[in-house]
């Protein structure tokens, strides 16, 4: 088992550039979740997928950020314009069971820094 | 609303010393809990869960954890600490839906 693969590992733009990140969760997984790790906030649920369709964007932080999920085992967040602040670790995590409580895997993570 | 909390936000303890973290939530339902540990550039690693049955609940790389009801807390424990424990734990909730409510962590340093 690959376990949740995240793309890239690391990105550095520029203010104001696009920014795309990409994860691949687990095989047969029916969730996959978008958090954001800083010092300051912690780690903080951006938004939620359950059997592809979004549930709960109520954490994403303002309409720059947007999240797809076309097909069960492809996921992006996208970040337009990219702002300084927006610099952080970005973990996607994804759960076998959609709905229900149950563990979530983490993949490694993106750390963005935007300058 | 739910929410954890660690009261630690770092603690350091000696090699070989027992440790214990703690971890207090507020949940009106039957919680279901949660221990993850991050080691520097890693993502979240599942340690130990609670979902029902026996309170105390043994996890991976010999920790394990107590549900205590009636102080709504989940301390994480481990008798005797290595130094490649050194890492930073979350406690976390499930709520309905599925998703999981984190505390703001315990950064664990290792004394030589």
């Known amino acids: 088992d690959a376990g949740v693969i995240q793309s890239p590992r690391h990105e550095v733009t520029e203010m104001g550039q696009e920014v795309t990140l990409r994860c691949k969760p687990i095989?047969?997984?029916?969730?996959l979740f978008w958090y954001r790790q800083t010092m300051m906030r912690g780690l903080e649920l951006l938004i939620y997928?359950?059997?592809?369709?979004?549930?709960?964007d109520s954490g994403m932080p303002e309409d720059r950020f947007s999240a797809k999920m076309p097909n069960a085992s492809f996921s992006t967040l996208k970040i337009q314009p990219s702002e300084p602040r927006d610099s952080a670790v970005y973990f996607c995590?994804?759960?076998?069971?959609?709905?229900?409580?149950?563990?979530?895997?983490f993949g490694p993570g993106t750390r963005l820094t935007v300058t | 609303a739910q929410s954890v909390t660690q009261p630690d936000i770092h603690i350091t303890v000696s090699e070989g010393a027992s440790l214990e973290l703690r971890c207090n939530y507020s949940?009106?339902?039957?919680?279901?809990l949660f221990w993850y540990v991050q080691s520097p550039g890693q993502g979240l690693q599942l340690l130990l869960k609670?979902?029902?049955?026996?309170?105390l609940v043994q996890g991976i790389k010999g920790f394990e954890a107590e549900f205590k009801r009636s102080q709504s807390s989940f301390n994480l424990r481990k008798p005797s600490v290595h130094w490649s424990d050194a890492a930073e734990y979350f406690c976390?909730?499930?709520?309905?839906?599925?998703?999981?409510?984190f505390g703001q962590g315990t950064e664990l340093s290792v004394k030589p």
């Open positions: 995590a994804s759960s076998p069971i959609a709905g229900e409580v149950f563990e979530q895997y």
């Open positions: 095989s047969g997984h029916n969730s």
């Open positions: 609670y979902f029902s049955g026996d309170t």
């Open positions: 976390a909730v499930g709520n309905q839906g599925g998703k999981l409510i």
């Open positions: 949940y009106g339902a039957t919680p279901y």
């Open positions: 997928f359950n059997n592809n369709v979004p549930i709960d």
